[in-house]
Structures are given as structure tokens and as C-alpha cells.
């Protein structure tokens, strides 16, 4: 059954340092999004991406944080100076159509760690 | 911004027990889907719901979209030990289309066995 995978499982940086998580979407999806939980709290939605354009962002995603899909399979989140408050799970998602049998499929998550 | 509120946030009962977790909000949701999560995982969709008053059924869970589409409630039946975990109800206000999507804050449900 196709998913979504999401690289690295776990990545350990200090504090100011650029971290680049990485995303598959599954393959015929068309649309894309990121989102975070710090320990304990909710998931929040961060960005959404369609047609190599973000759609909507959140309040949370300020100039510090970017994405992309630089070829035709990944889709990347790039926090450009990481803070402490950056510590969380990253979810990646990714959904076929646009309507409100929407479903999104979400990947295993990374774990940002900033030391 | 809570604009999803989930009630109780946590519930232990005993295996065989009936249970009811909601989600409620001020704004008009087109769909609601229920998540669930387990730790250090990724949220897996469990359903959505789509039309106001609709009832889903899925084995020993009954998921309900309120008349005016602001709420929705998850029943479990005769809850069993592999029913823990964390229940989240997740959606798109209207206003935003499907850009912007919205989680409540879990329902960590435990069944003892």
C-alpha cells in the first residue's frame, strides 16, 4: 500500500543550525502539508502546498521556515537558524484531491531535536 | 487559536464499557475526520464525516457530524485494551476551503483490561 515516508526518523542539531526535513508524498497525490507536535500537544498544521505554491501557512510558519519540492518526489521543510522552541515532531501529509472527502495520509514523522 | 475542543482529554475505563468522545467548535467545518494516534507515530485516519447528521460505523465505533456541521462525536462500543491510544478530530473551516486544517487535542482513551 503506497504511503508517505519521511527521512531522517530523528535529527539532533544545535541551536542556529539549518535542518532540512525531508518528505515522499505518495506518488499520484497532488497536495501538501507539514505539520508539528511538541511533546505533549497538539498537532499543528503548518503549511499547505499545491502546484509548487503554498497555499496557506500558519501564524507559526514565519521567515525562518520554507518549503519546496525541488523534483518530482520530495517535498522538503527547511528552518533556516533552528531555535529550542523548534523541538517537536514534523509530520509531513499529503492528500489526492482538494474536497471534502479529503484525506490525508500522513507520514511516521521526524523528530527535531535542538540542543 | 483552539477552534477544535475536545472533551474529556483523557479517559480510563474498564474493558466492555461504553464511551463518548467529542469535538466541538464555533465554526462550520465541510468535513470532520477522526485520527488516530499512537506515540511517536504519525496521526492514521479513522473516517471522515462529511454531511451534516451523518453516522459512520466502523466495527465498535460509531462517528456522528453534528446537524450544522460545527461538531462530531466518536462512541465506542464495548471497549477493548486495543482500543488505547489517542483519538484526534481534525478539519478545514469552510472558510479556508482544504488549506488550512485544524486538529483538536486528543483524547487519550486507556481500557484496562
Known amino acids: 500500500e503506497p504511503e508517505v515516508t519521511q527521512t531522517p526518523s530523528h535529527q539532533v542539531t544545535q541551536m542556529g543550525q539549518e535542518v532540512i526535513l525531508r518528505c515522499v508524498p505518495i506518488?499520484?497525490?497532488?497536495?501538501f502539508y507539514w505539520y508539528r507536535q511538541i511533546l505533549g500537544q497538539k498537532v499543528e498544521f503548518l503549511v499547505s502546498?499545491?502546484?509548487?505554491?503554498?497555499?496557506?501557512k500558519s501564524e507559526i510558519f514565519d521567515d525562518q521556515f520554507s518549503v519546496e519540492r525541488p523534483d518530482g518526489s520530495n517535498f522538503t521543510l527547511k528552518i533556516r537558524s533552528t531555535k529550542l522552541e523548534d523541538s517537536a515532531m514534523y509530520f509531513c501529509?499529503?492528500?489526492?484531491?482538494?474536497?471534502?472527502?479529503?484525506?490525508?495520509?500522513f507520514g511516521p514523522g521526524t523528530r527535531l531535536t535542538v540542543l | 487559536t483552539q477552534l477544535l475542543e475536545q472533551s474529556p482529554q483523557f479517559l480510563s475505563i474498564q474493558e466492555g464499557e461504553n464511551l463518548t468522545v467529542y469535538c466541538n467548535s464555533s465554526?462550520?467545518?465541510?468535513?470532520l475526520q477522526w485520527y488516530r494516534q499512537e506515540p511517536g507515530e504519525g496521526p492514521v485516519l479513522l473516517v471522515t464525516?462529511?454531511?451534516?447528521?451523518e453516522v459512520k460505523k466502523l466495527k465498535r465505533l460509531t462517528f456522528q457530524f453534528g446537524d450544522a456541521r460545527k461538531d462530531s462525536s466518536l462512541h465506542i462500543t464495548a471497549a477493548q485494551p486495543g482500543d488505547t491510544g489517542l483519538y484526534l478530530c481534525?478539519?478545514?473551516?469552510?472558510?479556508?476551503?482544504?488549506?488550512?486544517?485544524?486538529f483538536g487535542s486528543g483524547t487519550k482513551l486507556n481500557v484496562k483490561p
Open positions: 506518488s499520484n497525490h497532488l497536495y
Open positions: 465554526s462550520v467545518f465541510s468535513s
Open positions: 481534525a478539519g478545514a473551516p469552510e472558510l479556508y476551503n482544504f488549506n488550512k486544517f485544524y
Open positions: 502546498f499545491y502546484n509548487n505554491e503554498i497555499s496557506e
Open positions: 464525516v462529511v454531511t451534516g447528521g
Open positions: 501529509a499529503s492528500t489526492i484531491g482538494w474536497d471534502s472527502t479529503n484525506e490525508q495520509f
